[in-house]
């Protein structure tokens, strides 16, 4: 039987047991589905493009879909688009927003390294939308998550500053994931969950009208504040029946251990070079 979709990691803070693949914080993914090919994120530097080149992966005219603005995201687009020339870009209208990453009382900028009109000029073809929206057949971005559930919420530390230079939490409204309609179900493929994972694997099933979720890959935030809303999310999780969890990224080690612990035959550890096939 043909495989309906193949999902490759080409970055992830983590690379196994493999030496001829390179790890750093951030995230990106290779997706095949139903005769397309998308890059879903771009990692924070070049990573993305050195893996493919190891892993076998041709990039030459693959559009690009963003979850959001963050720089371990978003750092790796001006390397892809020397490999990939002009390609669409999917993204949210706020993925430019300035952004800030508040440790210690000291605000780090973490938002895309680059503006606009530059990535334009290398090749870029931006599609913004705040929407849910079918980019292929089968193929869905979120568009922006209602946070519906009583314990997934806005991270704190992440901020902006508003219009008069106030420090303000920042909604990341930008925030979506990427849904693959498969005949059995879905197959939810995330960037960092801002919105909450629960609160988007909800709202994949009420874009795409379907109710069954196969599986989950990507980012969960749960490494960053989440620990203490995981057992919830573990129930809610239980409620999903899924088939495949498999986290990466800002998820962390702790909250991912536990997940392999109560998930043992569902759970796979999603590092640079991870395949999935369905």
């Known amino acids: 039987m043909k495989p309906e979709m193949r ?3 080409l970055c992830e803070n983590s690379a196994g047991l493999r030496r001829d693949v390179l790890a750093e914080h951030g995230f990106s993914a290779y997706v095949e589905f139903g005769g397309i090919r998308l890059i879903f994120d771009t990692g924070q530097t070049t990573t993305s493009v050195h893996n493919a080149r190891v892993l076998g992966i041709d990039l030459a005219g693959v559009p690009i879909a963003l979850s959001h603005g963050h720089y371990d995201h978003t750092g790796g687009l001006a390397s892809l688009l020397e490999e990939t020339g002009p390609v669409p870009v ?3 209208p706020d993925v430019f927003d300035a952004r800030y990453s508040r440790r210690g009382g ?7 390294p680059f503006d606009r009109e530059a990535l334009e000029e290398m090749g870029a073809e931006f599609s913004l939308s705040r929407n849910a929206r079918e980019i292929s057949s089968g193929l869905w971005l979120t568009g922006e998550v209602p946070r519906s559930t009583d314990f997934e919420g806005t991270d704190e530390n992440q901020v902006i500053l508003s219009e008069n230079g106030e420090i303000v939490i920042d909604p990341l409204l930008d925030d979506q994931a990427l ?9 939810v493929l995330l960037g960092c969950a801002h919105s909450g994972m629960i609160n988007t694997l909800i709202h994949a099933g009420r874009v795409t009208g379907v109710d069954t979720v196969l599986g989950v890959a ?3 935030h749960l490494g960053f504040g989440g620990e203490d809303n995981l057992p919830k999310t573990i129930e809610a ?14 998820t962390g080690f702790a909250a991912a251990s536990t997940l392999a612990a109560e998930f043992p035959d569902r759970f796979i550890l999603n590092n640079v070079g991870t395949e999935i096939v369905l």
């Open 7 to 9: 999902v490759v990691t």
């Open 90 to 92: 999917y993204a949210h």
């Open 106 to 112: 000291v605000l780090w900028q973490n938002g895309i």
């Open 179 to 187: 849904v693959l309609v498969l005949a059995r179900g879905l197959f």
């Open 218 to 220: 990507g980012g969960t």
């Open 237 to 250: 999780l239980r409620a999903l029946d899924l088939e495949i969890l498999a986290p990466s990224h800002c």
